[in-house]
């Protein structure tokens, strides 16, 4: 205790009094400071906060709608819905994803080599939404999650509608199917429509439908609590909340008819090839086959990385559409569209019966062009080469008409370009030129275009290359003696609320102008002839309704020049394709059809009995006999129609001038028929034209005459 | 009508002066009784609501507060001399259970700060909240005012060694809040202003040196204050959740029981240190005004009870019980608001749990002992 110092109580109290005073103002200070803050908080800031407030506790989820069905054009469902378990995960509620994933790789719901894609699929997702890691649990998979549950969160088990395909891979090629949504989808896709969406489609009419397939997701706000369960009330306080109702997307109504379907399947199992059968009053796809194929629900359960490779890697490609996406030689099923080309321009008379020895010599050149199992056809002529399919008479008949001809001929057919179905992927096959040649290739020697290129070109064989769907439209054309419709699957859309049903109408393609009723009359006869007593005679047989056909042989191997085609000591798969299309009935089409059955051999003997059965399939009713036709269905009359006035078909006019026939053909430029020029070139400038060549005319007017009349 | 004004005046004067008589014969200080009640209540509703509508929570609360109330009855008869004689033995014992506190303390809440009693378990360091006001007061009691050199350096010590045993616990709040009511001591007794001047500044570098000290989570604490915004799924998570409770209640809140930043768990602590943003989210501006304008009336009403007590033990250990509580509820609410760093600091007769409801009225129940026995004061 200090000294000196005594205690001074008086001075102590107002010592006391006045640090007490200071201490309580300074009180008042800082409870005003409190205030302001509050008021800060409180008022100012207010509408923010509230605002943050109402994110933290409602949650929007969504709800998806139902996918669209797939219904062929018999009512009967392609692809539906069936509910399943899935596996979900909401990102921002995984504390650790990667340690989470692995945990699942352990309890065998994922697979370790699937775990970076997750990881990629769930980063690119929003933070707060479900992202499905799982499709298509099985009850085990389920128990087994379930006893373990606790140990992840921001997992859950939901019930889910998935895609199913009740008849597995049938017409999978045309259908597509649905998967996962990857990353490379979320980049096309409204992220926010597809929120709570699982899968979507990946080809075919999945994909190209899948705008209207998949509808409009609805949403319901959900109140949150902190740990983002799903609350009922807050406090004692229940909240009004938004829902929206999901739309189901539309149902598509396909032109395929299962039915028919199933019997091209059936007839070309086993084997790979593809079959396109379609409506040429329409352009309705009635069935598009290609084999092998897979079974698309593995996609919507969510494929392995094994069961891909396995897809991906088969030799036989499983994976690729043939049917859209395989490109052949068509081999003599070109003959037709050659034989009417030769007539349009007038470079061959029908009539005149030519020598087949077997082969077919360029003057001055060596090479031998062989006949088909060197055969000797003796005297043909137009009709009898289409309907023995003499090479040796197409050899000729292409060499006079010219490359260009030819091509420009063709194209309007449909060859050498997409014809445009109503689903993606489609490849445009290649119609060879003398322009495409000097593009295509480098080297100044190979951009010539050779005359015995020309000469293969009859016979369907060299450059040109073709898909079936390009030739069963082709063959839908000759069928309608020249309307082109675009190929189509999908006919219509249904909306499952009303069930009124929107039909689409048939598109056209531009049709093939300029060709005689004559002209299709005659080739239209030698194609029926083919499969009454020609190449396809056999197959043809005891049909109850006449039907026109043509068989071709594109070749995989080439044979060396002395040597012989022997099916049996080639390796399988250096057979040649065999290839046949056909429409029916002939005189009033309904249906027109391509088939392919790689490495099957001649024509006649693989795919014409395939394209019998599917034509059979769609014509016959139960009882055996031609179904009646529908009102729609148009009729040809096969007699030659009176003669009009001949006009050149239009893709004629960008023919190139530069157009010389081969030397030592018989052929001779003569005076053009003013007839036959198209109306908007006057004669006068047709020498220096560029646009129009003169037309090489074989016959006489007069013989043509005498012939229509 | 004169008469009837007088008849029913002089009734309820009647009752209380009855009543007052009673308080009297208790020796409790009506109008802060009446303040500390309205405060209780209110911490009842509010935490009725916070707590989830649990019942269980109110009925340990009114547990907690009837023995709180028992201790301030008690201490409010107990003789002032009494109290200032049995304060070194207080001290000592406080002392004492830190030590075994920081040796076999049982491990609660994270931290060593429960002494298990069997039956119940207690924290000394809520006994030393009132161990060394009273101890730096009994030291001065004697002594000559303003504090000497020497005092000063005792009184440091004295306040230092149960602070350091707290803080070791680890329990910075309420190491801070004992070092706190102790300074308080002080600063009543008439500490210069050069050496409180002087002790800012060795604050300043006692804060630098204890930054090195700091757990990690006690650094976080400190640098989510300064900037919230850089940990909001953090640490910076308790001071975000809790400012858009208290900025989304606005002025006149969304109604009780229907705060969703408390009902639905974004707030965390909600029933504890942070039920101040549940009355802001819930009863808005004005619930926070009438809380603050309550805990006011308690100061300024204890700070006048000091006033009038007649000896430098009672003065100083009155003041600095005032101004505690005072403390108390501005780390809280500056804490929750955003205004200081989020120290563990309960809002005084609010918040739920722990034994410093008991400590608090207990600090009242001697202030009003200090207060009501005044005149048997020698000196």
């Known amino acids: ?709 | 009508m004169i008469y009837e004004e007088i008849s029913t005046g002089s009734r309820t004067r009647r009752t209380l002066t009855g009543a007052a008589r009673v308080l009297f014969e208790l020796n409790v200080d009506g109008p802060l009784v009446v303040g500390l009640a309205l405060i209780a209540v209110y911490g009842l509703i509010v935490l009725y609501s916070a707590s989830g509508q649990n019942v269980d929570t109110i009925v340990r609360t009114v547990v907690r507060l009837g023995l709180g109330t028992i201790a301030m009855l008690v201490l409010a008869r107990v003789n002032p001399n009494f109290l200032r004689r049995t304060t070194p033995w207080l001290y000592a014992i406080g002392i004492i259970l830190l030590f075994i506190v920081a040796a076999v303390g049982h491990i609660g809440m994270g931290a060593q700060r429960w002494l298990n009693l069997g039956i119940v378990r207690f924290q000394p360091s809520e006994l030393m909240k009132l161990a060394v006001p009273m101890m730096c007061a009994w030291y001065l009691h004697e002594r000559a005012l303003p504090p000497s050199f020497v005092s000063l350096t005792l009184l440091g010590a004295l306040i230092l060694v149960p602070v350091g045993l707290v803080a070791v616990q680890p329990d910075l709040g309420t190491a801070a809040l004992i070092a706190i009511a102790g300074a308080l001591v002080i600063v009543m007794a008439g500490l210069q202003v050069r050496i409180m001047a002087i002790f800012a500044a060795l604050a300043g570098i006692g804060a630098w040196f204890g930054w090195s000290f700091m757990h990690d989570y006690q650094r976080k604490r400190v640098l989510t204050f300064l900037d919230p915004q850089t940990d909001p799924l953090g640490a910076g998570y308790h001071i975000i959740q809790s400012q858009i409770a208290i900025g989304s209640g606005g002025v006149f809140g969304k109604g009780w029981m229907n705060g969703s930043q408390a009902q639905l768990e974004f707030l965390p602590e909600r029933s504890t240190d942070f039920i101040f943003a549940v009355i802001g989210e819930e009863f808005g501006l004005l619930g926070l005004g009438l809380l603050l304008l309550l805990y006011m009336f308690v100061v300024g009403r204890s700070i006048f009870l000091a006033m009038q007590t007649q000896d430098t033990f009672a003065r100083l250990l009155a003041g600095s019980l005032a101004l505690t509580f005072f403390v108390y509820v501005f780390i809280n609410a500056g804490m929750v608001t955003g205004l200081l760093p989020v120290v563990g600091v309960p809002l005084p007769l609010v918040s739920y749990g722990g034994t410093s409801v008991v400590t608090l009225l207990a600090g009242f129940g001697i202030l009003m002992a200090l207060y009501s026995h005044r005149k048997l004061v020698s000196s």
């Open chain 1, 1 to 709: 205790m200090p000294a000196g110092r005594i205690k001074d109580h008086w001075g102590e109290q107002r010592l006391f009094e006045m640090r007490a005073l200071v201490a309580g103002t300074l009180m008042v200070l800082l409870t005003f400071t409190l205030l302001g803050r509050l008021f800060l908080l409180q008022v100012v800031h207010h509408e923010y906060y509230a605002d943050l407030s109402q994110g933290n506790r409602v949650r929007t989820e969504p709800i998806p709608a139902a996918r669209g069905l797939i219904l062929d054009r018999n009512s009967e469902v392609i692809a539906g819905n069936q509910p399943a378990y899935q596996l979900e995960l909401v990102p921002e509620e995984v504390p650790d994803l990667r340690g989470t994933l692995k945990a699942l790789v352990a309890l065998e719901l994922i697979r370790a080599e699937d775990v970076d894609e997750l990881m990629r699929t769930i980063k690119s997702r929003r933070t707060f939404d479900s992202v499905p890691i799982r499709l298509r649990m099985s009850d085990e998979d389920v128990a087994r999650f379930a006893v373990r549950r606790f140990e992840f969160p921001g997992l859950d088990i939901k019930t889910r509608q998935t895609r199913f395909y009740p008849s597995a891979g049938l017409a999978v090629h045309a259908l597509g199917y649905v998967g996962a949504i990857s990353e490379t989808d979320l980049e096309r896709i409204d992220r926010a429509a597809y929120a709570g969406t699982t899968l979507i489609g990946k080809l075919g009419v999945e994909s190209a439908y899948e705008p209207q397939l998949h509808g409009t997701n609805g949403f319901r706000e959900l109140l949150v609590n902190a740990q983002g369960r799903s609350v009922e009330r807050q406090g004692a306080f229940i909240p009004n909340l938004r829902t929206k109702a999901p739309a189901s997307g539309d149902d598509v109504l396909l032109s395929i008819d299962l039915k028919v379907q199933r019997v091209a399947e059936t007839a070309l199992a086993g084997h790979r090839g593809a079959v396109v059968a379609l409506d040429p009053n329409t352009g309705d796809v009635i069935a598009l086959v290609s084999l092998p194929g897979f079974d698309p629900n593995m996609f919507g359960r969510g494929i392995t990385a094994a069961e891909y490779s396995v897809l991906r890697d088969d030799v036989d490609k499983p994976l690729l559409n043939r049917a859209m996406r395989g490109t052949y030689p068509p081999g003599s099923t070109v003959k037709p569209v050659i034989a009417l080309a030769a007539l349009t321009y007038h470079m061959v008379d029908p009539e005149q019966r030519k020598y087949c020895a077997g082969s077919f010599h360029l003057p001055g050149s060596a090479h031998m062009f062989r006949e088909y199992h060197n055969e000797h056809h003796g005297y043909v002529d137009l009709d009898d080469a289409i309907v023995r399919s003499c090479d040796v008479y197409f050899y000729g008949l292409a060499n006079t008409i010219g490359v260009d001809r030819i091509s420009t001929f063709m194209a309007p057919f449909g060859f050498g370009k997409p014809t445009g179905i109503d689903i993606s992927g489609e490849r445009p096959g290649l119609l060879p030129s003398r322009a495409w040649k000097a593009k295509a290739f480098t080297r100044a020697a190979d951009q010539m275009w050779f005359p015995g290129e020309t000469v293969n070109f009859g016979i369907g064989q060299g450059y040109l290359n073709v898909t079936p769907l390009q030739l069963a439209h082709y063959a839908g054309i000759m069928a309608t003696r020249g309307k082109v419709w675009k190929p189509r699957l999908i006919a219509g859309l249904r909306d499952p609320q009303t069930g009124e049903i929107h039909r689409l109408p048939p598109v056209s393609g531009g049709d093939v102008t300029g060709v005689t009723p004559e002209d299709w009359a005659r080739v239209v006869h030698g194609m029926i002839g083919v499969t009454t007593h020609g190449t396809a005679a056999a197959i043809g047989a005891k049909a109850p309704y006449p039907f026109a056909g043509k068989t071709g042989t594109a070749q995989v191997f080439t044979v060396a020049q002395n040597d012989r085609y022997n099916a049996k000591k080639l390796d399988e798969r250096l057979r040649d394709h065999s290839w046949f299309i056909a429409f029916a009935p002939a005189d009033a089409p309904r249906i027109a059809v391509a088939v392919i059955q790689e490495n099957g051999g001649a024509g006649a003997s693989a795919a014409a009995p395939i394209a019998r059965k599917v034509l059979d399939a769609y014509l016959l009713g139960p009882d055996g006999k031609l179904k009646p036709a529908e009102a729609a269905t148009q009729t040809f009359h096969d007699q030659p129609a009176p003669r009009a006035p001949e006009k050149i078909a239009q893709p004629l006019a960008p023919e190139a001038t530069t157009q010389v026939p081969a030397p030592g053909t018989t052929t001779q430029p003569s005076a053009p028929d003013s007839t036959a020029q198209p109306p908007a070139v006057p004669p006068a400038e047709k020498p220096a034209s560029t646009a129009v060549p003169p037309v090489p005319q074989v016959r006489s007017t007069s013989a043509r005459q005498k012939q229509a009349a």
